[in-house]
């Protein structure tokens, strides 16, 4: 069993910052390096939307125009975790936040990964 376990959300004001952990652990998951992982988002009465994804190797990808710039995102493999940085926020960030994990390449598809956790609030005030 997988178990990702998100972090550091909150409220923050308006051009804020705020850093998300995402943790991985379980029995099987042995080699973390091998893993992409998404953050995906969900506001209010809309649907879920991913934001960014890493690679296993690294690689980039983000799916909101509106967050290039303002958030990145980075692993320490030694750590078994991922972080989004978010930086400059708006009020239209406001959303529960979710990373998820599966084997070797990032997408933008929810029903591609294999492993969500909880989620995280994150509340930006105007």
């Known amino acids: 069993q997988v178990q990702l376990v998100e972090s550091g959300g909150g409220l923050v004001q308006a051009g804020g910052s705020l850093r998300l952990s995402c943790a991985a652990s379980?029995?099987?998951?042995?080699?973390?390096?091998?893993?992409?992982v998404g953050w995906f988002r969900q506001a209010p009465g809309k649907e879920r939307e991913s934001v960014l994804a890493v690679s296993w190797s690294g690689s980039v990808t983000y799916y909101i125009d509106s967050v290039k710039g303002r958030f990145t995102i980075s692993r320490d493999n030694a750590k078994n975790t991922v972080y989004l940085q978010m930086n400059s926020l708006k009020s239209e960030d406001t959303a529960v936040y979710y990373c998820a994990a599966r084997h070797l390449l990032r997408s933008g598809r929810a029903d591609d990964y294999d492993y969500w956790g909880q989620g995280t609030q994150v509340t930006v005030s105007s």
């Open positions: 379980g029995r099987t998951f042995s080699t973390f390096s091998s893993y992409a």
